[in-house]
């Protein structure tokens, strides 16, 4: 502990949790991942949409929520479309997947694993990101998606309460809780400029996310450790 200059950090999550385990907090440094530098959307094309274009973006599996998101379109009192990019991670997850999405009649796209034009398109075309996501650390879809204006619906939990703020860039829920994103989905489709607002906010947010800012608090972080 003595020799020890500096820990960087993801998130100020994972800071407190070391901080916890005894690590000197002056010694332990957040520094958030960044995105590429992306060109911009015209969130104003939006305003008079007649159905939300929400987008999931990860590993298809229990982990990450994704039968919790279909389960909550059950029912839903929406026009939307929901594209899933990302592979299944096993084939029962695909089985289930698929089982509610025909059962139910749900307005599913599974476009499989994107990379780039590919990805840059989806989240161009997407209102909403949704992460209901049960482990986290520090999701690095929804600073991409921020950086494309994306209104973000997401888990509380580990480093995403430090990016997304409730009622400014999006709203976020307990893992599980498939009513509060039916409710929270709901509400951005009848209160169009609420999301219009939350999407211009992810837009200028994303901002602490880029790779200028990256470079400039890493300088930081290295002169601060030099001058001791």
Do not use: W
């Not at 780039?116 to 209901?132: F, N, R, T, V």
Request: hydrophobic content about 40%.
């Amino acid at each position: 502990m003595e020799k020890l200059k500096a820990i960087i950090l993801l998130s100020t999550n994972f800071k407190d949790e070391m901080v916890s385990l005894g690590f000197p907090s002056q010694n332990l440094k957040v520094l958030y991942n960044f995105h590429p530098y992306l060109d911009e959307k015209t969130i104003d094309d939006f305003s008079n949409f007649k159905k939300l274009q929400l987008l999931f973006m990860g590993s298809i599996d229990n982990r990450k929520g994704i039968l919790d998101l279909l389960e909550a379109l059950v029912d839903i009192n929406i026009e939307y479309e929901l594209d899933v990019a990302g592979n299944f991670d096993s084939d029962e997850i695909e089985m289930k997947c698929k089982q509610i999405i025909d059962r139910n009649k749900l307005n599913v796209n599974f476009i499989g694993y994107v990379s780039g034009h590919e990805k840059d398109l989806l989240l161009k075309k997407a209102q909403i990101l949704i992460l209901p996501s049960y482990a986290e650390g520090f999701p690095m879809v929804i600073p991409e998606a921020m950086a494309y204006g994306c209104a973000i619906l997401a888990t509380s939990i580990a480093g995403i309460p430090e990016i997304v703020i409730e009622d400014k860039n999006g709203i976020l829920f307990k893992p599980g809780d498939t009513k509060k994103i039916r409710e929270g989905l709901e509400y951005l489709y009848n209160n169009k400029k609420v999301l219009i607002k939350y999407m211009s906010n992810s837009l200028a947010y994303s901002d602490k996310f880029n790779l200028p800012s990256y470079i400039l608090n890493l300088s930081s972080i290295y002169e601060n450790v030099i001058s001791k």
